[in-house]
């Protein structure tokens, strides 16, 4: 039943081809107009990628941890990396967009009376003001201009700010004023005053024209593993579609240069600061170190402890001698004042030690005298007996010199005991000053440690201060551009297959339509006579 009912109601409206017919002859000229008058409509693609903002490394300088902890509080140099999404969000903002269209002047829109489409860069006119007016419009303005018979008539309105003027002018340039701007007409593309033509101009707020542009662009990343972002966007206007592209990529880049120059000279003003600091504390604390070698008689701490060391080594052994010395000239005492030795012949190892006194000249000259004339008494005795008043008299020489020889030993005694107590002065002085080198040392590194570091900031310092003015110096690009914006070969508007689906639905909404309300009038009447 179903098959049949459905089957027909087809019948029913095969037997009216007639009216889909006309329905669809009708539907051509809607088609016909749509692929006439619609602008031929382009897509524009561009690419760029970001770069990488690297620095110099300091590694190389050998600063070791001082480095890296400057590293970690952002003054050292390191690689940056490129947060895409964060590139995406700032090429996709209305602030880079209304840059844009401010330096395109696209807030400024042209139109023909009755036309479809803006005009761009064939306008007769030019409407402009300030740059920093047209920053700061916030209203909508609106002015329709007629130049005929050798005068240009403006009658000039705002959206929201009840400003409503006509204004005459025999020639251009002219100034409108508005209530916030002052806005220029003048002639533009060869137009004069003897033309006779009509124009529609709408000024609107970069902000506002930016909100829509930025919905009709495209702008994504080409992959998740690259750097490279694609932005795309149609216009029916070849030079216009291209110049928005490459603008918004030129300001996109611009603004990357200011940023970092804005951030840059901070750093800059911050590094010359902290240099011109860590130099008067590099100096305080050079001065102080200085000051401690001095005060401690310090040269190298490793060479004062090396030269301690022979010092003493060099006192030990003349020490060593000296009480060496001093023990042979007591027992010489000893063995000259012994009655048993008193005609004896002094030793000469004895002898040797007085020798070695600070008058051993003298000394050793009185036991020479006095060895001497103890061989020549010995010689007399064995010669002469001990009354020979020569023998007497050799007694008498051998006797005077004994006494010198006692003189003799007594300064060699005296001399040494006084050698003696200077080198013990000596070597308890060397003593006390190694005593006090671990403490010396822990001052001393701890001056040395912090003349290191400073010095290692200093460095580093200069290091940064070149890469800032390097970064200066150098042209630095943001992005590089792998495909500057270019036009698409196909055109994407006016779409025949649109053309086709309208054509389509017309020629089955408008009989179908026509046909139920033609059934449901018929239902209508014949209740309305049946009830009558």
């Known amino acids: 039943m179903e098959s049949l009912g ?13 009216l889909f017919l006309a329905a669809f002859l009708f539907s051509l000229i809607p ?8 602008p031929q409509t382009f897509d524009f693609v561009a690419r760029i990628q970001i770069q990488e903002d690297k620095d110099v ?34 090429l996709s903002s209305n602030w880079l967009f209304s840059s844009m269209i401010l330096d395109l002047g696209l807030n400024v829109e042209y139109y023909r009376p009755y036309s479809f489409y803006k005009m761009y860069h064939d306008a007769p006119l030019k409407l402009s003001a300030d740059s920093i007016s047209m920053a700061r419009l916030d209203d909508e303005y609106r002015f329709a201009v007629s130049v005929s018979g ?15 003027e006509q204004f005459i002018f025999t020639s ?58 694609e932005m795309g966007c149609s216009d029916h206007v070849k030079v216009r579609g291209k110049a928005m592209l490459n603008t918004l990529i030129g300001k996109f880049n611009e603004h990357a240069k200011l940023f970092k120059r804005s951030k840059d000279n901070p750093m800059m003003a911050f590094v010359e600061q902290r240099i011109d600091s860590v130099i008067s504390e590099l100096r305080e604390v050079e001065l102080a170190l200085k000051a401690y070698k001095t005060q401690n008689e310090m040269t ?28 042979l000239i007591r027992m010489m005492d000893n063995y000259v004042k012994n009655p048993a030795n008193r005609y004896e012949v002094v030793p000469s190892p004895m002898a040797g030690s007085v020798e070695g006194g600070e008058n051993g000249g003298g000394s050793s000259g009185a036991v020479i005298s006095y060895n001497q004339a103890i061989v020549e008494r010995d010689r007399l005795r064995r010669s002469a007996n001990e009354n020979n008043p020569v023998f007497i008299s050799m007694n008498a020489q051998v006797d ?34 190694m005593k006090t080198v671990p403490a010396l040392e822990n001052e001393y590194v701890s001056f040395k440690r912090q003349q290191e570091i400073l010095q290692g900031v200093y460095l580093l310092l200069l290091q940064k201060r070149e890469e800032i003015a390097l970064s200066h110096g150098q042209d630095y690009e943001h992005i590089r551009i792998i495909d500057p914006a270019y036009v698409l070969r196909k055109p994407i508007g006016p779409r ?11 020629t089955l909404i408008l009989p179908l339509g026509y046909l139920f309300a033609q059934s449901i009038w018929m239902a209508l009447k014949e209740e309305y006579l049946r009830t009558k």
């Not at 030269?307 to 001093?326: A, D, V």
């Open 496 to 506: 025949k297959l649109y053309a086709a689906c309208g054509i389509l639905l017309l």
């Open 300 to 327: 190298l701490l490793e060479s004062d402890v090396l030269f301690y060391t022979e010092q003493m080594k060099e006192l030990k052994i003349k020490i060593m001698e000296m009480e060496t010395q001093s023990h």
């Open 57 to 90: 490394s300091v590694s190389g300088l050998g600063l070791g941890e001082a480095a890296g902890l400057m590293r970690s509080f952002g003054i050292g140099g390191s690689g940056v990396g490129v947060n895409i999404e964060d590139e995406i969000a700032i």
């Open 172 to 229: 251009l340039p002219a100034q409108l004023k508005a209530k916030e701007v002052a806005f220029t007409l003048d002639f533009d593309n060869g137009a004069s005053i003897d033309g006779n033509f009509r124009l529609n101009i709408k000024c609107l707020p970069a902000g506002w024209v930016a909100e829509k542009f930025a919905e009709d662009f495209l702008i994504e990343d080409l992959s998740k593993s690259s750097n490279i972002i």
């Open 150 to 164: 050798g005068k240009v008539t403006v009658k000039a309105k705002s959206k929201t700010g009840g400003w409503n």
């Open 31 to 38: 088609a016909a107009l749509y692929l006439v008058f619609y």
């Open 6 to 18: 459905l089957k027909t109601v087809i019948v029913r409206y095969m037997h009216r081809w007639k």
């Open 400 to 433: 005077k010199l004994r006494n010198g020889v006692y003189l003799a030993i007594e300064n060699a005694n005296r001399s040494c005991d006084m050698t003696l107590a200077d080198l013990r002065a000596k070597e308890k002085t060397l003593d006390d000053k």
